[in-house]
């Protein structure tokens, strides 16, 4: 027997089997049960204990997909997935490894040894991927606002967030992935997610934000966009915006800066103008001086 089959049938028996659904009587035509899956894990479907077990997908329309044949004790016809498993002692349908294409609506048809009909279900099945890398960053807005937010992956995301102040903790009702802070919240603060087959959760101190730093209401906007940006492209910490006095003097000393080096590079220019042109003149005085000496001394020979 295959060796995840035999780890099923441990598990039903013991009945402590992670991803366990049970299909039964609650699942009927007219109320159908809702399940979920965690995706990339095993599943296990508890069919009822009838002879003869008739298990399909449902396509759009009246179109079906035939999983499990079961009757005499004998296995008819299985789906042709290596994931679909069956253990016959049991009646427990595996899904090795929860995929996507697994969800759907289901049907299961039951009759006993005489052929009579014991009841029709009805499921509907959901993969879910599970909650994982949950991460809580801040940035502060001003000295007396912070954005708190929270990122993480997985399907069908619930955030709900606590606040521990002197060791109380205190629930927030907030649901969304920011939180907006005020200057007298600190402590930690903890971000929990959750969905229907997994939870996760991150806790983070809360520092106080500088006195200095005062920004505008439309830079703070922009911080918040900032921040929901995280989601896509994972968690970001943003620095605070620097004041506008500060952006000011930045200002000022750059435009300083430029005036001086602007004059430095003119007096360059002017010096070395300057001796371009001493060393041309010095250059034709001697080339004259030279030819003055010349006629002289051929004079003074020609006598």
Same mark, same amino acid.
């Given at each position: 027997?295959?060796?995840?089959?035999?780890?099923?049938?441990?598990?039903?028996?013991? /009945?402590?089997?992670?991803?366990?659904?049970?299909?039964?009587?609650?699942?009927?035509? !007219?109320? #159908?049960?809702?399940?979920? /899956?965690?995706?990339?894990?095993?599943?296990?479907?508890?069919? #009822? *204990?009838?002879?003869?077990?008739?298990?399909?997908? !449902?396509?759009?329309?009246?179109?079906?997909?035939?999983?499990?044949?079961?009757?005499?004790? @004998?296995?008819?016809?299985?789906?042709?997935?290596?994931?679909?498993?069956?253990?016959?002692? !049991?009646? @427990?349908?595996?899904?090795?490894?929860?995929?996507?294409?697994?969800?759907?609506?289901?049907?299961?048809?039951?009759?006993?040894?005489?052929?009579?009909?014991? /009841?029709?279900?009805?499921?509907?099945?959901?993969?879910? =991927?599970?909650?994982?890398?949950?991460?809580?960053?801040?940035?502060?807005?001003?000295?007396?606002?912070?954005?708190?937010?929270?990122?993480?992956?997985?399907?069908?995301?619930?955030? *709900?967030? @606590?606040?521990?102040?002197?060791?109380?903790?205190?629930?927030?009702?907030?649901?969304?992935?920011?939180?907006?802070?005020?200057?007298?919240?600190?402590?930690?603060?903890?971000?929990?997610?959750?969905?229907?087959?997994?939870? /996760?959760?991150?806790?983070?101190?809360?520092?106080?934000? #500088?006195?200095?730093?005062?920004?505008?209401?439309?830079? =703070?906007?922009?911080?918040?966009?900032?921040?929901?940006? =995280?989601?896509? !492209?994972?968690? @970001?910490?943003?620095?605070?915006?620097?004041?506008? *006095?500060?952006?000011?003097?930045?200002?000022?000393?750059?435009?300083?800066?430029?005036?001086?080096?602007?004059?430095?590079?003119?007096?360059?220019?002017?010096?070395?103008?300057?001796?371009?042109?001493?060393?041309?003149?010095?250059?034709?005085?001697?080339?004259?001086?030279?030819?003055?000496?010349?006629?002289?001394?051929?004079?003074?020979?020609?006598?």
């Amino acid at each position: 027997m295959d060796m995840l089959v035999l780890c099923g049938v441990l598990l039903m028996f013991s /009945g402590s089997a992670e991803g366990l659904i049970t299909v039964d009587s609650n699942c009927t035509s !007219n109320q #159908p049960c809702l399940f979920y /899956g965690a995706l990339g894990r095993p599943l296990y479907l508890q069919l #009822p *204990s009838e002879s003869e077990l008739k298990l399909r997908k !449902n396509r759009s329309g009246t179109t079906t997909e035939t999983i499990l044949t079961f009757k005499n004790q @004998t296995i008819r016809h299985k789906h042709p997935d290596p994931r679909w498993q069956f253990v016959t002692e !049991n009646r @427990t349908m595996i899904i090795s490894r929860a995929e996507k294409n697994h969800s759907g609506n289901y049907s299961l048809d039951t009759f006993d040894s005489g052929g009579t009909d014991r /009841g029709k279900y009805q499921f509907q099945l959901i993969i879910e =991927a599970e909650v994982s890398s949950v991460k809580v960053t801040y940035s502060c807005l001003s000295s007396v606002d912070r954005s708190v937010y929270c990122s993480s992956d997985g399907d069908q995301l619930s955030f *709900s967030w @606590t606040l521990n102040v002197d060791s109380h903790g205190h629930r927030l009702t907030d649901g969304n992935r920011t939180l907006l802070l005020d200057k007298g919240s600190t402590g930690t603060i903890s971000c929990s997610v959750e969905n229907h087959v997994s939870r /996760g959760s991150q806790t983070i101190d809360l520092q106080e934000c #500088p006195e200095s730093t005062t920004i505008t209401r439309t830079s =703070a906007a922009s911080a918040v966009s900032t921040v929901n940006l =995280a989601r896509d !492209n994972g968690p @970001t910490t943003v620095s605070p915006v620097l004041p506008v *006095s500060a952006v000011s003097r930045c200002t000022q000393q750059d435009h300083g800066f430029r005036v001086f080096v602007s004059v430095w590079l003119f007096e360059v220019i002017v010096l070395v103008s300057l001796l371009v042109g001493a060393f041309y003149i010095y250059t034709r005085i001697y080339k004259k001086q030279r030819a003055a000496e010349g006629k002289k001394r051929e004079l003074e020979e020609a006598l």
